[in-house]
């Protein structure tokens, strides 16, 4: 079964730290996606990332960076120098391929929600 | 211009009333959905419309109907509302890419059932 784990319920740091979000999934699909989406306290959700099982290469994006390990099933997040507007519930989320190509089903984590403390 | 847009923001009921929440999105995508977002923000999909047709009903009860009455609109109607209801709702959608889809989420409708 699909599954996407996100072990850290809730991390706190202090800004200008570093902090790493785990995400650990579970698929038997050979092609599927990966993605990241913020909601923060204001109640939207909105995309970060989208990654490919074919491609593990890191990416970078100003302080975020995403870290893909296929040998781990792992897809972390890592916020460098954090920021208090950085404060939100981060949701890892996969998506589910069965459905003949007419649209798709993106499995979310629980979230990680981080407060970044100034 | 928003490009998921979802009326009402905030819904208050009564157990048993019925209620409907629209759904409405600019930007020419082929497939919206609606996800249901508990009280622990577990955030889990209902449905999901490829251009009116209904693609994925995922075991909701049957007190919850969705109607796309173009590919611009997903409405959700709710009946004999209960408790256990009470959630936040997003509307999202995609382009019809297999698996890539990335998707564009509403602003969320607050439903709480006393």
């Known amino acids: 079964a699909q599954k996407v784990t996100q072990a850290q319920t809730e991390i706190s740091v202090v800004e200008k730290e570093d902090v790493t979000l785990d995400c650990v999934y579970e698929?038997?699909?050979?092609?599927?996606?990966l993605f990241w989406y913020k909601q923060p306290p204001s109640g939207e959700l909105v995309f970060l990332i989208r990654r490919n099982s074919f491609d593990e290469q890191n990416e970078i994006s100003g302080r975020y960076s995403w870290n893909f390990q296929k040998s781990t099933s792992s897809f972390n997040f890592t916020i460098t120098a954090s920021q208090v507007v950085d404060s939100a519930v981060y949701f890892c989320a996969l998506s589910e391929m069965n459905y003949g190509g007419a649209t798709n089903k993106l499995i979310f984590g629980t979230g990680t929600l981080l407060a970044v403390q100034p | 211009d928003t490009a998921v847009s979802q009326t009402p923001k905030y819904l208050v009921t009564q157990m048993g009333n019925d209620k409907s929440i629209k759904c409405e999105q600019n930007?020419?995508?082929?497939?919206m959905y609606w996800y249901k977002q508990d009280s622990k923000k577990f955030l889990k999909i209902m449905f999901s419309?490829?251009?009116?047709?209904?693609?994925i009903n995922e075991t909701v009860p049957n007190r919850f109907s969705p109607k796309s009455p173009d590919k611009a609109h997903l409405n959700l109607h709710i009946n004999s509302l209960e408790l256990g209801d009470s959630a936040v709702y997003f509307c999202?959608?995609?382009?019809?890419?297999?698996?890539?889809?990335?998707?564009?989420f509403g602003a969320g409708s607050r439903l709480t059932v006393l």
């Open positions: 999202a959608s995609s382009q019809t890419v297999p698996g890539a889809n990335v998707l564009t």
């Open positions: 930007l020419g995508h082929d497939t």
């Open positions: 419309y490829n251009n009116k047709e209904l693609i």
């Open positions: 698929t038997r699909d050979t092609t599927y996606y």
